[in-house]
């Protein structure tokens, strides 16, 4: 579904809804440049790709952690209006979460790491690269905080080019 900038997020459910016969439960979506995404509602969803939507904010992150709290991989790349404040509402609906990439999203800072710690505790991979307000300490840290973390994508972090790989 990605770059089908008209279609919302009640048309999407209405579509996969509507399909005769009981369909599988739809376990993967990509909607990277879907500006008139308003709502999701998959329960069930396990990976989801929302990048390159500058216009998602705090309150539509909240919305999307609410509709989909069964997620284990997302996207967020790119989502400029996404701050720690929207993060500390929305992690706590994604326990079961893994990998999650938030490269690029330039209102985060040390804070969102702290929550992703705190509430997402199967988290193994995250890619924070690009992200000015996250330090390269900060993600030292989040990465010594955490030994089920594989891999932390940081590249220009604090203008810095540091990843780092178990």
């Known amino acids: 579904m990605a770059e089908c900038c008209l279609v919302s997020g009640r048309e999407l459910a209405q579509a996969l809804g509507s399909v005769s016969g009981a369909p599988p439960p739809l376990t993967s979506l990509r909607l990277a440049y879907c500006s008139s995404l308003k709502v999701l509602q998959f329960p069930q969803l396990r990976q989801l790709s929302l990048s390159l939507l500058p216009a998602l904010t705090d309150m539509g992150l909240v919305a999307v952690a609410r509709g989909c709290p069964s997620l284990e991989h997302l996207v967020l790349s790119h989502c400029s209006h996404i701050s720690d404040e929207g993060w ?79």
């Open 88 to 166: 500390a509402q929305a992690a706590g609906y994604w326990p079961r979460l893994q990998h999650l990439n938030l490269s690029s999203c330039s209102q985060l800072t040390e804070q969102t790491l702290d929550t992703i710690r705190q509430a997402c505790k199967q988290i193994r991979v995250l890619d924070v690269a690009m992200c000015p307000g996250i330090n390269v300490a900060a993600v030292r840290r989040f990465q010594a905080q955490l030994p089920q973390v594989t891999c932390v994508q940081s590249r220009f972090v604090g203008g810095a080019d540091l990843t780092l790989t178990l």
